[in-house]
């Protein structure tokens, strides 16, 4: 692919559609190479992660939901989304990309499914949130010591198992009674999951996929910092 | 002719069992412990559940041995008991099965090891296959009359799976899909495509069981169908879907449904009919009724 296309001839809002492409078809060198291209024309890091990977990330996305891709194909597309990222967070960290806060995420006890967990936890660093993703199988004391080690805005939690969701109430119980409740904002997300049920345990807010999940974690870091 | 061809034989649909993690939760199983563990810690449980399915009407029964891979069991610290938590599933309910009146099969059910394979995860074909190999040596020992490699979604792990009981045991195979996913599998694979693949493998039945509502299901088993399989196809559906109904988790299929749906699917030719999570022996009995008419 990268042999018929010079993309050193190509213009840059080119090669951003280009990228979009290729993330959309999981090549990895492909994608970096168009990253790498782009910041030596001196594009801003930031620029180049929101419109090209996120850009091309957001698409993936629409085609999951729709039901186009399937997992395999998310993965292999979230593989080169990584792949760019690894390069443009040093200079992200380094930039004045405007950043967001910090996300504690992961699955609860007893629930190993992590896809989507992990695409929201990369959708959120790529909105310029700082990301502490705990893995799977956490149960309340997991949970406590990243949110006292991390001090984040935004706990998040994933289950797929109706027998496990159960447990995130659990959780917030638990926060309530460490008198640390107020202090964070708890989303929610998972197949079983809906918005009855987040009002029901006393979460924030469910967030259906990566894409609301990152529009949530912006609306309500907006209403914290405007308290 | 082993006892399953024996009862292929015959013109009627076979009636399989309905869920066991479901039902176990209603017996006490807490949220997030593992099934396999009563099968050394309470057995007797496990029994209760085999002895009221054969007693509403099933002909095969499958093991308390869904996640007895040592992948899921890893996340309980029982790795080191696969053989034994197998080998326990499958004596509990050959001894209900043998204690039946009429012929009874037990199957040994496989489920994923919830580990994707390479290049997508960490999993080679080769771990996931000695993986399954460790699973079947222990239901074979405890005497299964066939495997039941169930909920998969992935094409290359029922092949590893495969592969892995053919390491240690000729018995019958059966093999189940979960299209959960807009009709498909949640890794892409649809009905059909599930047909042409498997059914050059080395596996006696084929089929298609949880995933969403009984209504999915049957898209997915006429799918099956409709790619003129060289086996006989089995619909295993969920009772409904799950819903939190003032904190407990509740499915709402009724028997009627389930009963209906067993019409439904066997008129379409499906040969061996069961129900998956959220079923109970009174939906298996209402199935049994339904079969006869």
Redesign the interface.
């Known amino acids: 692919m990268a042999d018929d296309i010079n993309i050193k001839e190509m213009e840059s809002d080119e090669i951003i559609e280009l990228m979009k492409e290729d993330l959309y078809d999981g090549f990895v060198d492909e994608v970096v190479e168009e990253v790498e291209e782009l910041l030596a024309r001196d594009w801003e890091a930031y620029d180049v992660l929101t419109k090209g990977l996120v850009g091309g990330m957001d698409i993936v996305g629409v085609d999951f939901r729709?039901?186009i891709?399937?997992?395999?194909?998310v993965?292999?597309a979230a593989k080169a989304m990584k792949a760019g990222m690894a390069i443009l967070r040093p200079l992200l960290a380094e930039s004045n990309a405007p950043k967001q806060g910090t996300v504690v995420i992961g699955t609860v006890?007893?629930?190993?499914h992590d896809i989507g967990k992990n695409l929201v936890a990369m959708m959120l660093e790529g909105a310029g949130f700082t990301v502490v993703n705990i893995g799977i199988?956490n149960d309340v004391n997991s949970y406590l010591e990243a949110i006292r080690e991390h001090d984040p805005d935004i706990l998040g939690m994933s289950a797929l198992l109706?027998?496990?969701?159960?447990?995130m109430?659990t959780v917030i119980d638990t926060l309530k009674e460490e008198g640390i409740r107020d202090k964070l904002i708890v989303l929610v997300g998972g197949a079983?999951l809906n918005d009855a049920?987040a009002e029901?345990i006393e979460a924030d807010a469910y967030c259906r996929d990566a894409a609301v999940a990152v529009e949530t974690a912006k609306k309500f870091m907006k209403i914290k910092q405007e308290a | 002719m082993n006892a399953l061809d024996q009862l292929l034989k015959s013109n009627q649909p076979i009636l399989l069992d309905g869920a066991m993690?479901t039902l176990l939760?209603s017996a006490g199983l807490e949220?997030?412990?593992p099934p396999e563990e009563w099968n050394l810690t309470k057995p007797e449980k496990i029994k209760e559940i085999h002895r009221a399915y054969i007693q509403a009407g099933s002909q095969i029964i499958l093991t308390n041995s869904f996640g007895g891979n040592r992948y899921?069991l890893a996340?309980h610290h029982l790795e080191d008991q696969v053989f034994e938590l197998n080998k326990a599933a499958a004596e509990i309910a050959r001894q209900e099965a043998d204690a039946a009146e009429g012929t009874v099969l037990v199957a040994g059910s496989i489920g994923p090891t919830?580990q994707?394979l390479i290049p997508?995860g960490e999993m080679s074909f080769e771990e996931a296959q000695e993986a399954f190999t460790a699973q079947a040596s222990g239901l074979a020992a405890g005497g299964v009359d066939l495997f039941w490699i169930e909920t998969m979604?992935a094409l290359e792990e029922v092949k590893a799976a495969i592969a892995g009981i053919r390491q240690v045991s000729e018995l019958p195979i059966s093999a189940t899909m979960s299209f959960d996913?807009?009709?498909?599998?949640?890794?892409?694979v649809d009905p059909v495509r599930a047909v042409t693949e498997l059914q050059q493998e080395d596996i006696s039945l084929l089929g298609a069981n949880c995933g969403t509502g009984s209504d999915e299901l049957i898209k997915a088993v006429q799918a099956m169908l409709g790619a003129n399989p060289d086996l006989p196809i089995i619909a295993k559906a969920n009772a409904g879907i799950?819903?939190?109904v003032d904190?407990e988790?509740v499915y709402n299929g009724t028997p009627e449904v389930m009963a209906d749906y067993a019409r439904a699917v066997t008129d379409l030719g499906v040969k061996l009919v069961g129900g998956c999570c959220g079923s109970s022996p009174e939906h298996i009995r209402a199935m049994a009724e339904a079969l006869k008419t």
């Open positions: 729709d039901g891709l399937f997992v395999p194909e993965l292999m006890k007893g629930d190993i199988n109706t027998t496990t969701m159960p447990y109430r079983p049920f029901d | 993690g939760m949220h997030g412990d899921r996340l919830g994707l997508l979604s996913t807009h009709g498909h599998t949640m890794m892409g799950p819903q939190i904190g988790v």
